[in-house]
């Protein structure tokens, strides 16, 4: 069993399409005796990189990495580059979204694998000096917004010159999208999914459930430069990690240590951390004992902290000489921490995770010696936790868009990603409510007069069954009124006024016992009234059909003549056309007749002196016989003649 689950795995790798060979089947492997990293080392985990903007594929030293062209994942135009940072991958397009497109803007990625993803968002700006050079918007993945660019952030050469979060995608897609703020066009320069371990930064308690991680820093203390995971040569599993070089924490307060010993227990699953990241550090000195840094966050946030530790100082040679403790915000969160003890040998890796809520502005991190002098580190990272937001009901963010088609909806009204979530960019002309029972958001409103809309009104719009309340009055729609608009229990408004509707009312409009308000005002509907509509007049309902010059069959409309149910109507008329076709094959039959009789009549005439002329001639042949009979009888009778 166990061979013939690995052929099969081997099986689809082989298979797999670009751009990763692995597809993410690794991060689902329960075969023993293997483990997840064991087996997935001989495949790489699924990788995509799309350079905004470019046509072709691009590959960047001095790693050679590869990035995927940008091509049918979203709108935007595309445009020449300028890297606000060295840390931004050298590219030379971007894709940027202008406010005449709609103030939300997604880049819509298919076919990435469930999984765990870390996903990275590089920002640009424009090499054109009319356009703002640095536009703030904000951000979300997967409809929950993780990021607000802060003013001057490209004057930074850190972390401000992208956004990255740690989530799991499960439907087989990957929705980022750019909310405009007022401030300049949102600029992408490049995008990132790279798939990491599946309990990679595991925190606990919530850990994957609707939570996001958010990369805040990652810290390399005492490095001299700035490095990717990619320079480490580290293992991908571990998502290509950025750390920020941290020389010191402070003037005075600390050293730089470092070995060029090998590091056990480093590069190991779920997080792969580098080797040569435990190989510097920074540790106190005699005149500040304590190692302390603090760090500017935002505040009344949740964040998950990891302390990376390895006992490189070649003066420690065993457990006990170096004993702290950690304070995060003057509380005590790791008691006596050995890091000989903890991990088991020198040069050896240590992680220690903690997740803190913060209140205000700043979070101070200290290591605080109570065996030995010294306390020691080696990199901290920073990760804030966001509570992923309740999407809405697939079902009807499927029916908005052929809404969208069917209508012709302006760009500038956007409709793009999730139309309910973030909260705080909702999509034009929809309202939403959360729905506990299902734990989504669903529609519960269609505000969309005045837009300029045209097309027709489909019959997906029953697809959405939460709708209360329908507003397209002041547009240019045409077409009938939909029946399926019966099929909404929940609908208590429906303005169709001053729009191109024709036909008769469906009938089904008199199912909807919720309807307070039907305005069909000014269109060209004909007809009459369902009377089940009219019913609802006596309950307090109020509608109005006026200007339907058609409509009749309710009081302060036209009487109307004897009343067909549709199915009377569909029966007069295949009568009618069973008649016609009667008709026109008699008509046909006559007429083929009346033609036959001509013609027989136009070659009698033609014949007649011929015939009249043989009929003589016959006559006088008859008549020459009888005579040449007669001469003989009396020649007989008369006896031989004299000359005989």
């Not at 930074?156 to 929705?175: N, Y």
Request: contains cysteine; hydrophobic residues 40%; aromatic residues 10%.
């Amino acid at each position: 069993m166990l061979e013939f689950r690995v052929l099969l795995l081997l099986t689809s790798l082989l298979f797999a399409p670009k751009p990763s060979l692995a597809r993410g089947v690794c991060a689902y492997l329960a075969i023993k005796p293997f483990s997840l990293h064991e087996f997935c080392v001989l495949t790489a985990p699924y990788a995509l990189r799309i350079s905004c903007g470019a046509r072709d594929d691009v590959y960047t030293s001095p790693t050679n990495t590869h990035w995927y062209k940008d091509f049918a994942y979203t709108g935007g135009i595309p445009a020449n580059a300028i890297t606000p940072s060295f840390i931004s991958p050298p590219l030379k397009t971007l894709r940027y979204f202008p406010l005449s497109e709609g103030t939300e803007n997604c880049y819509n990625i298919k076919k990435v694998p469930r999984g765990h993803y870390l996903v990275r968002i590089f920002f640009g700006l424009l090499a054109e000096p009319s356009f703002d050079n640095e536009p703030l918007f904000d951000v979300s993945i997967e409809g929950t917004l993780i990021y607000s660019l802060p003013s001057g952030w490209s004057n930074h050469d850190d972390e401000h010159a992208f956004v990255e979060g740690l989530i799991f995608l499960k439907d087989g897609t990957s929705t980022l999208c750019f909310h405009s703020t007022g401030h300049g066009d949102p600029a992408i320069l490049s995008i990132e999914i790279l798939q990491i371990d599946n309990r990679a930064y595991y925190f606990g308690g919530g850990y994957g459930q609707g939570t996001i991680l958010r990369t805040d820093r990652r810290l390399n203390c005492g490095a001299e430069k700035s490095k990717f995971g990619a320079d480490y040569s580290a293992d991908r599993w571990g998502g290509d990690r950025f750390w920020n070089l941290l020389p010191t924490f402070g003037e005075n307060s600390d050293k730089v240590i470092s070995t060029q010993k090998s590091i056990k227990q480093s590069s190991q699953s779920p997080n792969f951390y580098p080797e040569a990241l435990y190989q510097n550090a920074l540790i106190s000195t005699d005149t500040q004992p304590d190692l302390m840094y603090t760090m500017e966050v935002e505040p009344t946030r949740n964040y998950s902290i990891w302390l990376h530790f390895a006992e490189i100082d070649p003066s420690v040679t065993e457990a006990g000489q170096r004993v702290f403790d950690v304070l995060i915000n003057g509380d005590l969160a790791f008691r006596d921490v050995d890091i000989v003890s903890m991990s088991g040998d020198i040069n050896s890796a240590l992680v220690l995770n903690k997740t803190y809520a913060v209140s205000g502005r700043s979070l101070t991190i200290t290591l605080h010696p109570t065996k030995g002098n010294y306390a020691l580190i080696c990199a901290i990272e920073l990760l804030e936790l966001v509570l992923a937001e309740s999407k809405t009901l697939p079902a009807e963010i499927e029916a908005l868009q052929k809404l969208k088609g069917a209508l012709g909806l302006p760009l500038r009204l956007g409709w793009n990603g999730d139309p309910c979530v973030p909260e705080q960019h909702p999509w034009s002309g929809v309202d939403c409510q959360y729905n506990r029972s299902i734990s989504k958001h669903v529609i519960d409103g269609l505000i969309l007069d005045n837009q300029g809309l045209r097309g027709f009104l489909p019959n997906d719009i029953s697809h959405l069954r939460h709708l209360q309340s329908i507003n397209l009055s002041g547009n240019s729609i045409s077409g009938g009124i939909p029946s399926s608009l019966g099929s909404i229990p929940t609908l208590e408004i429906l303005d169709l006024s001053f729009n191109s509707f024709n036909g008769s009312i469906p009938e089904g409009l008199g199912q909807l016992t919720s309807l307070r308000i039907l305005d069909l005002n000014g269109n060209s509907l004909s007809g009459k009234v369902p009377a089940a509509l009219g019913g609802r007049l006596l309950h307090g309902a109020s509608f109005n059909f006026t200007d339907n010059s058609g409509l009749c069959g309710i009081p302060g409309l036209a009487t109307c003549g004897p009343h067909l149910s549709v199915g009377a109507k569909i029966g007069i008329g295949l009568a009618s056309l069973v008649a016609l076709v009667l008709i026109a094959t008699c008509l046909t039959c006559w007429w083929k007749r009346r033609q036959n009789i001509l013609r027989a009549q136009r070659i009698a005439s033609r014949a007649a002196p011929y015939a009249k002329a043989r009929t003589h001639f016959n006559r006088d042949v008859q008549m020459a016989r009888h005579q040449s009979q007669e001469h003989a009888k009396t020649a007989a009778e008369n006896g031989p003649s004299l000359l005989a």
